[in-house]
């Protein structure tokens, strides 16, 4: 089996992990409320995902991921997504918090342009964009939850 595992526990694997805080910009929106997580599947990319919003504005995102080289089984699928779900879960408390700017829609990191996270408001919506290297961005959604769950 040839895939290669990014993100989980490995820190010379480059790795999307965004840890994230902003400075209110709540224009005429409420904020989105605490935590959300999501998974985003394709035939070559798993990628996993928790948000947290505290209530003085602290971001925290983590997206361990896998891209996948060749064909999987099922049950290797699972396992695969298991394994993400599981290290998302132990190093969740040590991703830590950085700047995001919020225009009321997008989160982007200072004098970016480029959408981190997308907000809608109307349908209380989060997506995470997630990038990877030279790949097209992928659009993860992420479902509000009260608690996080090993599986995203």
Known sequence: MQWKLRGVRNLG???VIFHSSWR??????SPPVPTW????EDPNLVVVARLEIDAAGAVRI?????IIDVQMSKPERADLRRRL???????WSSVGPLVLEFDGH???????????????EAGKKMVLVFYLGNRQSV??????VADFTNDA
Do not use: I, M
């Open 37 to 40: 997580q999501g998974v985003y």
């Open 13 to 15: 694997v480059v790795c």
């Open 85 to 91: 779900d599981t290290g998302l879960a132990r190093s």
């Open 106 to 120: 997008n989160f982007h990191k200072p004098g970016g342009v480029a959408p981190q996270l997308e907000w809608d």
């Open 139 to 144: 659009h993860v959604p992420l479902d509000s």
């Open 62 to 66: 983590s997206a361990p991921n896998a």
């Open 24 to 29: 209110r910009r709540w224009a005429s929106c």
